[in-house]
């Protein structure tokens, strides 16, 4: 994140050889290796001139600037607060919960839907936070605060069949859900259809800058539909955005 709020055309890494492990995540993440240094070290360098957009990994923390649709991401105050614990609010108390899943770049959401989700790999995702408390009016206290680019789509179940078995999905979500074991085995076994929802957080609007219902829908970018079918235009993405004070020119670069 920093390193594209700097704007810089290149950042570089060094890491000894014998760190594989931090090699291969580098690498993951689109750094190339550049040169070695005297003492040993490797060198690796990412420039956002030459962005790697064959995944939505190699690219982070910039969009894919040829992507057809975006989405929006619904979900509920508690569990958004716990999944995006940096996507702050203003004039908002948020619980501070000790996850790991709130410092993971890569989320995992578990949704039961009536109908499937239209999101394809390396799509962006606009993150909205549901307001389901009884102060004030929920068209204010619900917004989009951040948004995302989806790295999986996997279905569990589907009407009431299986997919894949319990031990596969809870394999699947590792630490990256904020559901815990015992919940996530109850849908399983419950719910009628399950889909695992997998994205990289790519940035937050930051406190006093999330966009409203009230906004999204008075500007006709809130669907009369179920909002998690909506599809809009890169134009209508990148317009969000810019209510919510980003510059879009530093996300979607060519």
């Not at 990412?46 to 990994?57: A, E, G, I, L, T």
């Not at 596969?168 to 109850?186: H, Y």
Request: aromatic share 12%; with cysteine.
């Amino acid at each position: 994140m920093a390193a594209e709020q700097s704007k810089k055309d290149e950042i570089y890494l060094t890491v000894f050889e014998k760190h594989d492990t931090l090699i291969g995540l580098f690498e993951r993440f689109g750094f190339r290796l550049e040169s070695n240094n005297p003492n040993g070290e490797r060198v690796y360098i990412k420039s956002r001139k030459h962005v790697n957009y064959s995944d939505p990994y190699r690219s982070f923390p910039f969009v894919n600037p040829v992507f057809q649709n975006a989405g929006y991401f619904v979900v509920e105050d508690v569990y958004h607060d716990k999944l995006f614990q940096y996507s702050e609010l203003s004039n908002t108390p948020q619980e501070q919960v000790a996850l790991s899943v709130a410092n993971c770049i890569s989320k995992v959401y578990i949704s039961s839907p009536t109908s499937m989700p239209p999101y394809r790999l390396g799509e962006p995702i606009l993150i909205y936070r549901k307001y389901i408390g009884n102060a004030g009016s929920p068209g204010y206290k619900s917004c989009v605060t951040s948004y995302c680019v989806v790295t999986n789509v996997i279905i569990a179940k589907e009407n009431n069949r299986y997919k894949m078995s319990v031990e596969d999905l809870l394999r699947q979500i590792s630490n990256k859900s904020v559901f815990d074991e015992n919940e996530i085995r109850t849908k399983y076994a419950n719910e009628r259809t399950l889909v695992v929802i997998e994205m990289l957080y790519y940035g937050s609007f930051g406190a006093g800058n999330s966009v409203n219902w009230v906004w999204l829908k008075n500007n006709n970018f809130w669907p009369n539909s179920c909002p998690t079918t909506a599809r809009l235009t890169q134009e209508q993405f990148k317009a969000i955005l810019r209510e919510g004070n980003v510059d879009v020119s530093n996300v979607i670069i060519n």
